[in-house]
């Protein structure tokens, strides 16, 4: 009677489907010896953020923590300032961290993921008192800008504002003190994704910041890795964890477990 139960378990157990991370394992990606990430974030709610604890919290994080335990990896997570981020993947300090638009000189010390953890929907936010129509980039000459330091807006709006004669930049350490330097006006302008923007301003109770009608652009944020170690066999691998995230709905849970609804319209709809 024993043995025939243990021979109806063992075919039991013959049958059962392969384990969640038998799904990334690829006979043309050799296996990779990855068993722990230290990775860095920064404050960008809802995406990433600081809870109460001092933990790392958001949509994102929770995405990064789903994509190690499907892959079977440890994982920290650490909110950090943004320009000390890029230094500490530069110098391999940190192995990943999330999330950075694409550019050559990034790419020149990071690998990126070919899947974007988010895509950046990147609003113009102004004072009320102040509003003024925009409908190309050049109607933001002369204004004073907001931007975090190391902060990626578009290429041509970058290279305007690095030759120094197309609006002026006032560099700031967080978002949210960018808004409130526009709520004081000493800046004209704040350029941020409008999920971060909504979640700021609402925390902030600022009505007098609107969003301009027109976006600047939308981007493809995406988490990267140090070129300090390599990662060639473990990014296809959370390529498609990340992927199987957006599919099977997991994203969509956290995105509208962490998304303020109902956020403010831009101000042609008002």
Not at 31 to 44: I, K, Q, R, W, Y
Not at 202 to 214: K, T
Request: hydrophobic content about 45%; charged content about 20%; aromatic content about 8%.
């Amino acid at each position: 009677m024993v043995r025939a139960a243990m021979v109806a378990v063992i075919l039991a157990l013959s049958v059962q489907p392969a384990l969640a991370s038998d799904r990334y394992r690829f006979a043309a990606v050799p296996p990779h010896h990855v068993s722990h990430l230290s990775c860095g974030t920064n404050e960008f709610p809802p995406f990433t953020y600081a809870d109460a604890k001092g933990n790392a919290a958001g949509i994102e994080v929770e995405v990064m923590e789903e994509v190690a335990r499907r892959l079977g990896l440890s994982i920290d997570i650490t909110i950090l300032p943004w320009p000390r981020m890029l230094s500490m993947m530069r110098s391999g300090e940190l192995d990943c961290m999330f999330a950075a638009f694409h550019t050559e000189e990034r790419a020149s010390y990071m690998q990126f993921t070919q899947i974007p953890i988010h895509v950046s929907r990147l609003a113009i936010y102004t004072h009320r008192a102040g509003a003024f129509p925009l409908t190309r980039l050049e109607d933001l000459r002369g204004r004073r800008i907001g931007l975090i330091r190391d902060f990626q807006t578009v290429p041509a709006l970058d290279d305007a504002l690095a030759r120094g004669d197309f609006a002026e930049v006032i560099l700031g350490t967080s978002f949210r003190q960018m808004f409130d330097q526009l709520a004081a006006r000493r800046i004209d302008v704040v350029i941020v994704n409008h999920h971060v923007a909504e979640n700021i301003l609402s925390e902030m109770g600022a009505h007098e910041i609107i969003e301009l009608p027109h976006a600047l652009s939308s981007n493809s944020a995406f988490v990267t890795f140090t070129r300090q170690r390599s990662f060639d066999t473990l990014i296809p691998k959370i390529n498609y964890a990340l992927f199987e995230i957006i599919a099977d709905g997991t994203y969509a849970r956290l995105f509208a477990a962490h998304i303020i609804q109902g956020v403010a319209p831009p101000l042609e709809e008002r």
